[in-house]
């Protein structure tokens, strides 16, 4: 072999060395992502399980089945207020049943209805 094809061998060789870093790389991020996203799971559910009675801790994961965004709201809400200090123990299930119905009346909507009669054509002068 002459040094040229020779260098031409090595030159391809590194490039696909190369490309195989990159992609393992690239693998290698997103795995250690994952574990991470997979860590802070275990610990949301760990905190929970040390916030919650296990009747409670069944009627958060039925909300969350049911409703996911006002579940996740929930769990975010109790997280927060065992990090301040704000729960003094366990809650059970009344506590979080009671913890719900403050969060529906604060995310209640009011609707109003508005019938405007000249659009509708419903005038009194036209019957006669």
Do not use: W, Y
Request: aromatic share 2%; proline share 2%; charged share 30%.
């Amino acid at each position: 072999m002459s040094d040229p094809e020779l260098e031409a061998i090595r030159q391809q060789r590194l490039t696909q060395l190369q490309s195989q870093f990159k992609g393992n790389d690239g693998a290698n991020q997103q795995q250690a992502a994952e574990e991470k996203r997979q860590q802070i799971e275990e610990m949301r559910h760990s905190i929970l399980t040390q916030v919650l009675d296990q009747s409670a801790r069944a009627r958060l994961n039925t909300l969350c089945l049911g409703k996911p965004e006002k579940g996740k709201m929930v769990e975010e809400m109790l997280l927060n207020m065992a990090q301040r200090g704000q729960l003094p123990g366990k809650l059970g299930e009344k506590e979080l049943i009671g913890l719900l119905e403050s969060v529906n009346q604060q995310t209640r909507r009011t609707t109003t209805v508005k019938f405007d009669r000249r659009r509708a054509a419903l005038d009194s002068d036209d019957e006669l």
